[in-house]
T-cell receptor, first 114, second 109 residues
């Protein structure tokens, strides 16, 4: 365990389903991130939250909806996804944007859209 | 786009030092160099970072050239568990680290 916990580890959903990914950290970090990693592609930054406020939306389609109720929890709500959205979704945290310490990543949620 | 260039793959014998190069010729004066690695199907793991001086921790050493246009990550005694994709990233801080394609290091017995 890295200190960043993601659930579920694996998720299969239909294109008409609604599901949510959860990320939790108890490292005392103030910034949290969602990344997407498709097969044989680099990690793509999706969203950045700093002190619960979204500071970055990297042109992510609206079918992905993030929520950050507090500095320890981050959600990614999914609805009407497409098969090409199948990927490994990674959550990370850091002490805070503007600081130089590294990220701590979770183990990811492997999402398959059928 | 990632601002670093890394070889796509490298091999290393177990027990030997693994030296992973990274070019970042457009690095700005206040940008740090970060290294992460990703073992298959897991989240990336932070290894080390530096600004100008060489750095060492329990995992690795980071050597940054004087002009800061390139760096080398050194794993002093590679083991089979070091087989992974290694990412070199430059950034001012951790606002939004942009990952490239990295170097796939294969450690063989």
């Amino acid at each position: 365990e890295t200190g960043v916990t993601q659930t579920p580890r694996h998720l299969v959903m239909g294109m008409t389903n609604k599901k949510s990914l959860k990320c939790e950290q108890h490292l005392g970090h103030n910034a949290m991130y969602w990344y997407k990693q498709s097969a044989k592609k680099p990690l793509e930054l999706m969203f950045v939250y700093n002190f619960k406020e979204q500071t970055e939306n990297n042109s992510v389609p609206s079918r992905f909806s993030p929520e950050c109720p507090n500095s320890s929890h981050l959600f990614l709500h999914l609805h009407t996804l497409q098969p090409e959205d199948s990927a490994l979704y990674l959550c990370a945290s850091s002490p805070g944007t503007g600081q130089t310490d590294g990220y701590t990543f979770g183990s990811g949620t492997r999402l398959t859209v059928v | 786009d990632a601002k670093t260039t890394q070889p796509p793959s490298m091999d290393c014998a177990e027990g030997r030092a693994a030296n992973l190069p990274c070019n970042h010729s457009t690095i700005s004066g206040n940008e740090y160099v970060y290294w992460y690695r990703q073992i298959h199907s897991q989240g990336p793991q932070y290894i080390i970072h530096g600004l100008k001086n060489n750095e060492t921790n329990e995992m690795a050493s980071l050597i940054i050239t004087e002009d800061r246009k390139s760096s080398t990550l050194i794993l002093p005694h590679a083991t089979l568990r070091d087989t992974a994709v290694y990412y070199c990233i430059v950034g001012y801080n951790t606002d939004k680290l942009i990952f490239g394609t990295g170097t796939r290091l294969q450690v063989f017995p």
